[in-house]
């Protein structure tokens, strides 16, 4: 079963408005984090925004915010007032506490992505 | 600061040589990830390399993939007998700690052809 669940391939949105993006995750571990990356034509990955699993607000980063639903498992990321240089492919991760390697916690898992498109 | 750097930027090799891909952490950054991503897919993990620690090798896709990071350094990633299937972005990301809150910084990647 796939652990990140990103249901849209492909979204467009109008310059300045506001856009979703979907993800669900799967885990039984209490302890998790969740991630989402940013990545341009140019194939970098940037950091976008962190939400914890016992944070009790939802995270906020400028334009960016999470739109965390714990029980029912989805974490998404809605970006305010849209630019052109927006458009890129936006990736959900999430970090389990259990798998831990060493004493210490480990890799992401990524969706498959969500390719976004901003109209001018 | 510098960030995380990986060399070469491209590399086309023919079926069944070896090849071998190199990151540079960020300085001080004690945990080191690669990664590999197949044209219009997400990121699948390979290894993850946290200080002086075994390396997790849980991502793997066969023995024909090994790693090395010498202490807190630079890590190699070494590719023998490359098949079709290896064609892909591999991409290394380095954290100052693993876990909690701290992302991952990711280099530029290595794209890698095999003809």
């Known amino acids: 079963a796939q652990k990140i669940t990103q249901t849209q391939p492909g979204m467009f949105v109008q310059e300045k408005e506001a856009v979703t993006l979907d993800c669900t995750y799967d885990?039984?571990?209490?302890?998790?984090?969740l991630f989402w990356y940013k990545q341009p034509s140019s194939g970098e990955m940037i950091f976008l925004i962190y939400?914890?699993?016992?944070?009790?607000q939802n995270a906020t980063e400028g334009r960016y915010s999470l739109n965390f639903q714990k029980a029912r498992k989805s974490a998404n990321l809605v970006i305010s007032a849209s630019q052109l240089g927006d458009s890129a492919m936006y990736f959900c991760?999430?970090?389990?506490?259990?798998?831990?390697?060493?004493?210490?916690?480990?890799?992401?898992?990524f969706g498959k992505g969500t390719k976004l498109s901003v109209k001018p | 600061g510098a960030g995380v750097s990986q060399s070469p930027s491209n590399k086309v090799t023919e079926k069944g040589k070896d090849v071998e891909l190199r990151c540079d952490p960020i300085?001080?950054?004690?945990?080191l990830y690669w990664y590999r991503q197949r044209l219009g897919q997400g990121l699948e993990f390979l290894i993850y390399?946290?200080?002086?620690?075994?390396?997790?090798k849980s991502g793997l896709p066969s023995d024909r993939f090994s790693a090395e990071r010498t202490g807190e350094s630079v890590s190699t990633l070494t590719i023998q007998r490359t098949q079709q299937e290896d064609s892909a972005v591999y991409l290394c990301?380095?954290?100052?700690?693993?876990?909690?809150?701290?992302?991952?910084?990711f280099g530029p990647g290595t794209r890698l052809t095999v003809t």
């Open positions: 990301a380095s954290s100052l700690v693993p876990g909690g809150s701290y992302e991952q910084y």
């Open positions: 885990t039984s571990d209490p302890s998790y984090g």
């Open positions: 939400q914890g699993s016992y944070d009790q």
């Open positions: 991760a999430m970090r389990e506490a259990s798998r831990n390697y060493g004493g210490s916690q480990g890799n992401l898992i």
């Open positions: 300085s001080g950054h004690t945990a």
């Open positions: 390399f946290q200080g002086n620690s075994a390396p997790d």
